[in-house]
């Protein structure tokens, strides 16, 4: 007897394979009225194959017989675990294989934004340098800065690392101090900011972390500071972060997350030092592969064994 799975968004080929292999694949965006092929087979989905769609009691009771939500990414802020919790339903996520692939683009995006990287190469490309010369000099240097982690979990630590083989001074702010870590905390966000002058988002999103990096933050981290954002939009107040930036509180910013993405504000795009990446973190083949086998990996595990590989926290 085969398990029945249902996949509410596409997934990578590899994985779509996998599954299709090991179980009976429903898929959602394939039916042209979604909420009657829920109606109809919903009672029969024993897990769930996902990629960042909504999951929340009203979903779940349309997959009453849903076991295991197996979710694609370390961020799952999209599930709303309490509510899984609640219905008894096992939720997985795709942590660690993406760690250093993580970090090396927040590494990247970093150095992008202070040092103008990407505008460079665009004054390369627009004919500008045998036009009308060199590309300016930077105002910003990665040189003597002060690197502040907001999130100091498997990926903050992994930047970490990378930010001190840089030269930079770490410092970090996130729920509570960590034992055995020598960089200063700081037990306010807006401390930290003020003790450094780049400041790295790694935090999950979600109520908790919503709309964090707020004015207030953007003021204390100053007119020399830079706003790297690698971990989820929601954690930053974007209209507060334009205003700062149109007003000189900060200097740039590099952001590979937004608030309403795929929807990045236009004023944003106009604002001169601003480095912006579509949501890429993670984004090779080998890792996102990695990520996808560890879907499959979750799934089948818990219908062969009753054990999830890698739950997420709240699981316990
Ligand atoms: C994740 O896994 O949560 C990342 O945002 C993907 O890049």
New binding site residues.
């Given amino acids: 007897m085969t398990v029945d799975i249902l996949m509410p968004r596409p997934m990578l080929l590899s994985v779509q394979e996998k599954l299709d292999a090991a179980f009976t694949v429903h898929r959602l965006y394939d039916a042209d009225d979604p909420e009657a092929m829920l109606a109809e087979i919903g009672d029969k989905i024993r897990g769930v194959a996902l990629s960042w769609s909504k999951i929340d009691t009203a979903f779940l009771e349309k997959v009453p017989n849903a076991e295991i939500i197996a979710s694609?990414?370390?961020?799952?802020d999209h599930v709303d675990t309490d509510d899984c919790l609640a219905a008894d339903v096992m939720v997985t996520?795709?942590p660690d294989v993406?760690t250093d692939e993580?970090a090396d683009t927040a590494i990247g995006l970093m150095i992008m934004a202070i040092r103008e990287l990407g505008q460079a190469e665009q004054w390369l490309r627009d004919g500008n340098w045998t036009g009308k010369g060199p590309y300016p000099l930077t105002p910003a240097t990665l040189r003597g800065r002060t690197l502040g982690i907001f999130g100091l979990g498997r990926i903050g630590k992994a930047i970490a690392k990378r930010a001190e083989a840089f030269g930079l001074e770490v410092h970090y702010h996130g729920r509570s101090r960590q034992d055995g870590i020598e960089y200063p905390y700081h037990a306010s966000l807006t401390d930290l900011a003020a003790a450094c002058d780049t400041l790295m988002v790694v935090a999950p999103g979600g109520a908790e972390t919503k709309h964090a990096v707020n004015r207030e933050v953007l003021d204390a981290l100053g007119p020399q500071g830079f706003l790297i954002n690698i971990?989820?939009g929601s954690v930053v107040d974007e209209t507060a972060l334009i205003a700062a930036l149109e007003a000189g509180a900060i200097m740039g910013a590099g952001l590979?997350?937004f608030e309403y993405e795929p929807e990045v504000p236009e004023k944003l795009l106009q604002l001169p030092r601003v480095t912006v990446l579509p949501?890429?973190?993670?984004?090779s083949q080998a890792t996102r592969d990695a990520?996808g086998q560890l879907v499959v990996d979750n799934l089948k595990s818990w219908f062969e064994t009753g054990k999830a590989v890698t739950p997420v926290p709240e699981m316990g």
């Fill in positions: 694609f990414g370390v961020g799952y996520h795709t993406l993580v971990g989820r590979d997350v949501h890429v973190g993670s984004a990520m």
